[in-house]
């Protein structure tokens, strides 16, 4: 190799370096608005503890369940955890160990986010900071207590499916559609659910009589009222602030959604949620 050779192989290498190291950073940047979009702060942070691990304590039809630790703690979080694995678990409801999570994980929703989109939230994940606690065990009544069953409970409930674009519809429309039923899972809760938990599709954002924590969340669709005399501005507004069009707040669940999630969206994904939601124009 030539006095020059040895200079500049290290000057390839060392910027093959700083580019993977910025790539790294873009991806985690863009994963900590994901995070924020998907709501991840809203279920994985208990009241009084520390951010996303875990023990939120969420009542239902079903039983009780507690929110897992997310942060990347190799012990009680998911800092073992693959890209791989992190994807599988939340596009196939699939643990690191191959049992069933419970679809109060809303893997039936995060199952239609874009591959990319996954890989750059685990990379945000891996950089907050790791704490080491441990969840409650779930407190489910029988039979629901079974995890056995969730494999046929998916075979009846669940179908992965990635949102295809709708070359039809504006490209806010489609941005707005993909965060209603993709990471701000929007149907999880605004939408009823059978005697076993699965949703009622054909009733998508129709409201749900039994949601979290027995509250009745209501439809948020252009045919029901209170929600079909709001507008775009009424829509928009109400996420960012919380603020009701007659001028009362959203409270409940709906308040920490607004405090972690959709209160910290650009005015942009907003502008395209009130967009689809005033016109979803198809079953879910």
Same mark, same amino acid.
């Given at each position: 190799m030539t006095r020059f050779g040895l200079p500049l192989l290290a000057s390839i290498l060392l910027l093959s370096l700083t580019a993977n190291v910025q790539a790294d950073e873009s991806s985690a940047s863009r994963g900590e608005y994901l995070l924020k979009l998907s709501g991840c702060a809203s279920c994985h942070t208990r009241e009084g503890g520390q951010p996303l691990a875990g023990g939120l304590k969420m009542e239902t039809p079903f039983g009780t369940f507690y929110t897992p630790n997310i942060t990347p #703690? %190799?012990?009680t979080g998911i800092g073992n955890w693959s890209d791989d694995d992190f994807i599988r678990a939340l596009t196939e409801g699939v643990a690191p160990d191959g049992s069933h999570y419970y679809p109060a994980f809303p893997y039936t *929703?995060? *199952?239609?986010? *874009?591959?990319? #989109? @996954?890989r750059d939230l685990k990379a945000y994940l891996d950089k907050v900071p790791a704490v080491q606690v441990a969840a409650p065990d779930h407190d489910l009544k029988f039979p629901f207590n079974l995890r056995v069953l969730l494999g046929p409970w998916k075979w009846v409930n669940f179908e992965p499916d990635? @949102?295809? =674009?709708? %070359?039809?519809? *504006?490209?806010?429309w489609n941005r707005g559609r993909y965060i209603v039923q993709g990471p701000g899972h929007c149907v999880e809760c605004h939408t009823p659910r059978n005697r076993l938990g699965g949703l009622e599709r054909e009733q998508a954002l129709m409201g749900n009589p039994q949601g979290p924590d027995g509250e009745v969340v209501p439809p948020i669709v252009p045919t029901k009222k209170p929600f079909s005399e709001w507008g775009r501005e009424d829509i928009v507004f109400a996420l960012q602030t919380g603020m009701k069009p007659d001028g009362d707040f959203l409270g409940g669940t709906m308040g920490h959604v607004i405090e972690n999630s959709t209160g910290? @969206? =650009?005015e942009s994904d907003l502008k395209a949620i009130a967009e689809y939601l005033l016109d979803p124009r198809e079953p879910l």
């Open positions: #703690d %190799p012990k *929703s995060y *199952s239609r986010m *874009s591959r990319q #989109d @996954l990635r @949102l295809q =674009t709708v %070359p039809q519809k *504006s490209a806010a910290a @969206l =650009t």
